[in-house]
Nanobody, 123 residues
């Protein structure tokens, strides 16, 4: 079972950028598809982005394309989420997720979750 620990959240002004990191431990990292989800106060958790084990395929929520970029470094067992041109509505707890299948994450589920990191965007 993979364990996930997110970092990089914080307070940022609207228009700014943040990069979230998710460090994974456990079994072969490259065998996992990885993803990011977020949950804003009072809202349901929503899919943000997903990336295949090799890093060759990436998918995004339609509303976030062009501002967010998911990437991974399999040598460091880490997945990243680069967030640019942040808006107040991006304020949420961001969760890292891992699954054996990319389709699992794209479907909104995961085999393992991190504890979350809070991103607050001030307007």
């Amino acid at each position: 079972q993979v364990q996930l620990v997110e970092s990089g959240g914080g307070l940022v002004q609207a228009g700014g950028s943040l990069r979230l990191s998710c460090a994974a431990s456990g079994r072969a990292f490259s065998g996992y598809a990885m993803g990011w989800f977020r949950q804003a106060p009072g809202k349901e958790r929503e899919f943000v982005a997903a990336i295949s084990g090799s890093g060759k395929m990436a998918y995004y929520a339609d509303s976030l394309k062009g501002r967010f970029t998911i990437s991974r470094d399999n040598n460091k067992n880490t997945v990243y989420l680069q967030m640019n041109i942040l808006k107040a509505e991006d304020t949420a707890v961001y969760y890292c997720a891992a699954a054996g299948l990319l389709s699992t994450i794209r479907g909104g589920a995961a085999d393992a979750w991190g504890q979350g990191t809070l991103v607050t965007v001030s307007s």
